[in-house]
């Protein structure tokens, strides 16, 4: 039997390929999700009160010094995913020559991504309907069921943390659509996804600067009351130069 016979379809190539992107996108949108949800449970521990006066004592108590250790260890798990393991999936895109796709291949192909980017901007879209839904429980916790503004901050967190995970997950799929379309048109290789290790390397410093800002304005500063918002407006900064990268430059 001939090499090219023992030799994959272009297809389970292609959605193996793609599946390994899919993997990538879930457990950085986690790793994210994750830090922004670390953020809620930091400012649960430093005070539950919500007593602007206590957050403002230039003492550090052991429940700061918790909150950013919390903060630093999933900074730490976030960058590993981002900078380390991420990178080594890439570079797999482009190794091994794909399968010579048949007509009937191509067909496929061009349909199915108009199906997952219909699919993808379903998830942006859900992921926004998230984000506005985090504010509209953060304002019915505060004014409606007076809840400790610690709580309401933890809680909104949580839910921007899940449409940040969604639209992170959702981008890294859509994106590994668009690498299998042009894979038809020229070979693949390492160089396909070199966008997207640029948007990982990024997102890793993003959140490694942000760290380090979250521990000065917290044990230096003391401005306890403010500093969950880093979390948040980075994760939504980072959301959308990712939706800038993918869905409107595309592979360019």
């Given at each position: 039997m001939a090499d090219t016979d023992l030799k994959p379809s272009f297809i389970k190539q292609i959605t193996e390929r793609i599946e390994g992107l899919e993997s990538l996108g879930k457990r950085a949108g986690f790793s994210t999700a994750l830090?922004?949800?670390?953020?809620?449970?930091?400012?649960?521990?430093?005070?539950?009160s919500a007593d602007s006066s206590q957050l403002q004592n230039r003492s550090i108590s052991g429940n700061q010094i918790l909150a950013c250790i919390i903060?630093?260890?999933?900074?730490?798990?976030?960058?590993?995913?981002?900078?380390?393991?991420?990178q080594r999936r890439l570079q797999r895109w482009g190794e091994g020559k794909l399968s010579q796709p048949a007509e009937q291949d191509r067909s496929w192909l061009k349909?199915?991504?108009?199906?997952?980017a219909r699919r993808y901007l379903l998830q942006l879209l859900g992921a926004g309907i998230t984000w506005l839904l985090s504010l509209l429980?953060?304002?019915i916790l505060r004014r409606g069921l007076n809840a400790t503004e610690s709580t309401a901050v933890f809680v909104l967190l949580l839910t921007v943390g899940?449409?940040?995970?969604?639209?992170?997950?959702?981008?890294?799929?859509?994106?590994?659509?668009?690498?299998?379309?042009r894979a038809v048109r020229q070979p693949a290789s390492p160089e396909d996804t070199k966008g997207l290790r640029a948007m990982l390397k990024f997102g890793a410093v993003l959140w490694t600067c942000l760290t380090i800002a979250y521990l000065i304005l917290g044990l230096h500063l003391h401005q306890w009351t403010n500093t969950w918002l880093l979390y948040p407006i980075a994760g939504l900064t980072y959301c959308l130069l990712l939706t800038w990268s993918v869905a409107i430059r595309g592979l360019h």
């Open positions: 830090l922004l949800i670390g953020a809620g449970i930091g400012r649960l521990a430093v005070n539950t903060e630093i260890c999933l900074t730490l798990l976030a960058v590993y995913g981002y900078a380390h393991s991420s349909e199915e991504y108009r199906q997952q429980i953060y304002f899940l449409g940040v995970y969604l639209h992170i997950k959702s981008s890294f799929g859509f994106y590994g659509w668009q690498l299998a379309l």
